[in-house]
């Protein structure tokens, strides 16, 4: 039976890392724009690589394009813990809902909430 919670654990990883990358990839693609909507401030381009979620420099990229999101308030930058917070509740996640996860001592979106804001940087990289 161990062999099999390893083998959820990987795929469980895997997925994750596929939605990061999703993310990312949606996130440097908003940031090339130069052309923005009255209302949504450009930022200077990054890469996808910029956006490193093995950090907190993804919640940097992620607040530079912020406004592409149609996101229904300014995520909280006082610390990683509000941001994460924050977006998860901009996401439409209840507080203390599916939205956040604490792994490994580690507080993050759980895997629901990043393919929610994948879709929804997917969406504003599309129509942008």
Same mark, same amino acid.
């Given at each position: ?16 890392? *596929? ?13 090339? %724009?130069?052309?923005?909507?009255? $209302?949504?401030?450009?930022? +200077?381009?990054?890469? &996808? /690589?910029? /956006?490193?979620? +093995? ?7 992620? #607040?530079? /394009?912020? #406004? ?11 610390? &990683? ?6 977006? %998860? &509740?901009?996401? !439409?996640?209840?507080? #203390?809902?599916? $939205? ?7 507080? *993050? ?10 879709? !929804? ?8």
């Amino acid at each position: 039976m161990t062999d099999m919670t390893n083998v959820d654990e990987i795929t469980e990883e895997d997925s994750r890392t *596929q939605l990061q990358e999703r993310v990312a990839e949606s996130l440097a693609e908003l940031s090339e %724009a130069s052309d923005a909507p009255v $209302g949504v401030q450009t930022c +200077a381009p990054f890469t &996808a /690589v910029e /956006v490193s979620f +093995a950090s907190e420099e993804w919640m940097s990229r992620l #607040g530079d /394009v912020q #406004g592409w999101l149609k996101l229904e308030y300014d995520l909280s930058t006082t610390d &990683a813990a509000s941001f994460i917070t924050s977006l %998860a &509740a901009a996401l !439409r996640f209840e507080p #203390g809902a599916t $939205g956040t996860e604490t792994v490994s001592n580690v507080f *993050q979106l759980t895997e629901t909430a990043l393919e929610r804001l994948s879709e !929804r940087a997917e969406y504003a990289a599309r129509v942008h």
